[in-house]
């Protein structure tokens, strides 16, 4: 089966500062890789996805991710953090797998933008 | 356009009642699924449809029972519900049954069984 690894259950970040969210991925042929948000008591938000083109792909709200392919992962980045974007993020990739066609989530990785 | 709207926000049940948990789409997605979500296990496939009067099991089925009738409208059923099925419950959809253009989620349920 697809699958994506979150291996960062927090990251914890200063406001201004760079952030990265990691995610990596084991999929059988070309990835479709996506990224969404969740604020506190709020559905997911997509945020960007990667199909083909290019390995950086730009989003919402400043934010973009860089595909690696030989090192299968696909890591979410911000240059300038800010406190409204403390929330969890999650990771997924089309799952063709099974008989059907559906996306298969990380388990999340909580983000924390301090001052 | 209101996108996905699930009912209700909130229900707490007993152990043993049924209930149905309402989804309804206005974008004439062809695609639709429900999703659990629980700490630290991300969001687990229930079921899903790929269009009007086709739907199928995905990671977790037991315990609920989905029907597509109208391609606007995916209801799931917990037909007794357990402590176990205590959770936030999403639903989602996509524009074709590729899902290559990602889902668009309701805002949740979170249901609490005692």
């Known amino acids: 089966a697809q699958s994506v690894a979150q291996p960062e259950d927090q990251v914890n970040v200063a406001e201004g500062n760079p952030l990265t969210v990691k995610c990596t991925y084991s999929?059988?042929?070309?990835?479709?890789l996506f990224w969404y948000v969740q604020y506190p008591n709020r559905g997911l938000q997509f945020l960007l996805k990667y199909i083909t083109g290019d390995n950086l792909v730009k989003g919402s709200y400043g934010f973009e991710a860089e595909f690696n392919k030989s090192q299968t992962s696909f890591h979410l980045k911000k240059p300038s953090a800010l406190v409204s974007d403390s929330a969890l993020y999650f990771c997924a990739v089309r799952d063709l797998t099974g008989g059907g066609n559906k996306l298969t989530f990380g388990t999340g990785t909580q983000l924390k933008v301090e001052l | 356009n209101a996108g996905v709207t699930q009912t209700p926000k909130f229900q707490v049940l007993k152990t043993g009642q049924s209930m149905t948990l309402q989804c309804a789409q206005d974008?004439?997605?062809?695609?639709m699924s429900w999703y659990r979500q629980d700490p630290g296990m991300g969001l687990r496939l229930i079921h899903y449809?790929?269009?009007?009067?086709?739907?199928d099991q995905g990671e977790v089925p037991n315990g609920y029972n989905v029907s597509r009738s109208t391609t606007e409208d995916f209801p799931l059923r917990l037909l007794s519900a357990a402590p176990s099925q205590t959770s936030v419950y999403f639903c989602?959809?996509?524009?074709?049954?590729?899902?290559?253009?990602?889902?668009?989620f309701g805002s949740g349920t979170r249901l609490t069984v005692v």
């Open positions: 449809s790929v269009g009007a009067g086709i739907t």
């Open positions: 989602a959809s996509s524009y074709d049954r590729t899902v290559n253009y990602g889902y668009t």
């Open positions: 974008m004439n997605h062809e695609y």
């Open positions: 999929v059988s042929g070309n990835p479709y």
